[in-house]
Structures are given as C-alpha cells and as structure tokens.
C-alpha cells in the first residue's frame, strides 16, 4: 500500500444524486455526504456530471450544443444540492462555476487551492463552459489546475474490464492499465481527452464503485478499490 494522496478530484456522476424520487434523492445525497465529508484529513475536489437531469450525447430532444448547455446548467443545480448536504455534514464548501451566476463563485485554481488548503471542499461546476466535451474532461482539467494527485473517477461498476461485463460473464476487471493501453483499447468507462490530459500530466486516475460503502475512505488512505490508470 502506497501513502495516500494530499489532495484529490472526485469526479462525481449525475446519476449518483438521483433515486426513486427523480434527479434528486434525499437518500442518495445523504449517503454521498457521509462518504466524502469525514475525510477531512484529504483535501478533495469534486466535478459534478448533470446526468440525473440531462445527457447532452443522449437525448435526441435538443440539438447536441443546446443539450450540453443544458446539462452545465444542471451542474450548477446539482453543485448547490451536494453543497448544501456537505455543509449540514459539517463541512465548509466552496462552489466554482464555469458558468457566471449570482449563486456561484468563477473558477479560479489559485481560489480553489487556497480553499482547499484551509479544509473547505471545493465543488466545480458548469463543465469546461463549453458544449461538446464532456464532464469528464472537466474534471481532468480542474485535477491538473488545483495540482490534484489522483483523479477518482467514481463509477457503478468496480473499474475496468477487459470486455464489456454486461455483456459478456466471463469478462475480466483489471488491477492497472497504463494510459496507453487505456487510449489504444477505447475503453468507454471514461472520456479519451480526459485520459490524454491526464496523461501528459501524468495524473494518475482510480476508477472505482462508488456504491461501495468506504471506497472513498480507502483510497484516501492509499489503497486500490478499483482500476489504477497510469503510466
């Protein structure tokens, strides 16, 4: 077991806020809060995804740029839910938007090291700003800026697999994977920009269950709980 990293940025899926309720589940970011707020001996950063209100490559509603917008604007909705379930957790927790609002602060890295460094979470909203990319290159691109030393990459499945285990019951999750051999196989589990910027900032990345109870914990403390990408 390695030391745990200083500092993380959890990417976290819309999907995960969301329940039997609809986009927003009292029980879902109940149990969320209670995984990331007791770790206050690791700095971490979160990317919200806006997928429990809209997915711009999937929805045939909107054109592709209208539905991106859309799903940053959603990002910001669910920034401020998460934010205040953290806060009753007891955790002081800064929201950066890439989209300007009255209920958000800019981004700002300097702002957000600063923050992070004096126990708050910072949770970053509003994907890139742009449509077209996903919420997965934001992520990348915010771990890089705040000097992040693991990208965490919450998932419902327990990391990558060798083939698509829906599919195929024989299929094999893998301990390691460097980020060439991760770009080579266009494994769909991430965004192939984020993994190429991660990998010209040798960023490692943890894909990992989030379902899991205390996987966040565990890999504070240095342990691998799903699939290591790297070099």
Excluded: W
């Excluded at 970053?124 to 990348?140: E, R």
């Excluded at 499945?157 to 024989?170: E, I, L, M, N």
């Excluded at 991760?182 to 910027?197: H, T």
């Excluded at 894909?207 to 699939?227: Q, S």
Aim: proline share 5%; aromatic share 4%.
């Amino acid at each position: 077991m390695t030391p745990g990293p200083s500092r993380i940025l959890l990417k976290l899926s819309g999907e995960a806020l969301q329940g039997p309720e609809g986009a927003f589940s009292p029980d879902s970011l109940s149990r969320i809060a209670g995984e990331i707020a007791p770790l206050s001996s690791t700095q971490i950063a979160i990317v919200v995804g806006g997928g429990n209100v809209i997915r711009g490559a999937r929805t045939e509603a909107f054109d592709r740029v209208e539905a991106d917008t859309l799903g940053m604007l959603a990002t910001v909705i669910n920034a401020l839910a998460l934010r205040t379930y953290l806060e009753h957790a007891g955790r002081d927790v800064f929201v950066q938007s890439a989209i300007g609002t009255e209920l958000t602060d800019p981004i700002s890295p300097r702002d957000a090291r600063k923050a992070l460094s004096g126990g708050a979470i910072v949770v970053f909203a509003g994907g890139t700003g742009s449509p077209l990319v996903t919420t997965d290159t934001a992520a990348a691109l915010r771990a890089v800026s705040i000097g992040a030393d693991l990208l965490a990459k919450a998932s419902n499945v327990p990391g990558v697999f060798d083939r698509d285990p829906a599919k195929d019951s024989s299929a094999r999750r893998l301990s390691h994977v460097s980020f060439d051999e991760f770009l080579a196989a266009r494994y769909g589990v991430m965004d192939q920009v984020a993994v190429e910027i991660c990998r010209e900032h040798r960023l490692p990345i943890e894909v990992f269950d989030f379902d899991r109870p205390g996987a966040l914990r565990a890999l504070t403390e240095g342990k691998r709980v799903g699939t290591r990408i790297g070099a």
